[in-house]
């Protein structure tokens, strides 16, 4: 089953902050977040894999809640080039290394200068 | 870091015709594949996960005999999508699993995709 991303858009001005949820109604083993622009591949951003755990790039973070089933993406002080569709990738169980992922809806993200 | 190519970057056919892309790791060995479809401004749906030296597995409601996965090599899976129709036009993207990543972290690394139309 997909997991639900929230907001499915979001439009900000350059530097300020954005949130995008990610939930699921299935246990979750990990979370994957990406980010894809028009006409391209999804770009890798950042794995979570224990519940509490919370990881950054840049001014990218995410957190993953492991009981509440949902993980957050945090947008903070957005550059031009955060523009694009985040994706969240959710595995369930880990049965082997390698699983398949099973991806959000996706949530587009437009910052303006 | 890992980089997966895709071949070709577009293809126009025919209704009828088969088309076959290919998905590359030009870089690193890959025991694992995966091919998704995506249409426009929609999410990436899994078709199928490709195991070197064995049976594709398909998702629920994905034709094998209609979309032929084969990875023959550690480095190469091709999609071939037979007697194409028009509404097998989509962008279709593979990723793939480098084999020496521990620890369970499995990043996918994705191919830039194949544009498919089909007329």
């Known amino acids: 089953q997909q997991p639900v991303q929230s907001p499915q858009a979001v439009i900000l001005r350059e530097g300020e902050d954005a949130v995008i949820n990610c939930s699921s109604s299935k246990a979750l083993y990990s979370v994957h977040w990406y980010r894809q622009k028009h006409g391209e591949a999804p770009v890798f951003l950042m794995i979570l894999l224990k519940g509490g755990e919370q990881k950054g790039h840049d001014k990218i973070s995410a957190s993953f809640n492991e009981k509440k089933q949902q993980s957050s993406l945090y947008l903070t002080a957005s550059q031009l080039s955060y523009s694009g569709t985040y994706f969240c990738?959710?595995?369930?169980?880990?049965?082997?290394?390698?699983?398949?992922?099973?991806f959000g809806g996706g949530t587009r993200v437009l910052v303006k200068p | 870091g890992a980089v997966v190519s895709q071949h070709p970057s577009w293809v126009i056919c025919k209704s009828g015709t088969s088309v076959k892309i290919e998905c590359r790791s030009l870089d690193f060995q890959a025991t694992t594949m995966f091919w998704y479809r995506q249409f426009p401004k929609q999410s990436l749906m899994l078709m199928a996960t490709?195991?070197?030296?064995?049976?594709?597995?398909?998702e629920q409601g994905v034709e094998k005999d209609k979309f032929l996965i084969n990875h023959a090599s550690l480095t190469l899976s091709t999609l071939t999508v037979t007697s194409a129709h028009p509404e097998d036009s989509s962008f279709y993207i593979c990723?793939?699993?480098?084999?020496?990543?521990?620890?369970?972290?499995?990043?996918?690394?994705f191919g830039p995709g194949t544009r498919l139309t089909v007329l």
């Open positions: 990738g959710t595995e369930s169980r880990r049965v082997a290394a390698g699983n398949k992922l099973t």
């Open positions: 490709s195991n070197e030296g064995s049976k594709a597995t398909y």
């Open positions: 990723s793939a699993i480098p084999g020496w990543l521990a620890g369970g972290k499995d990043e996918q690394f």
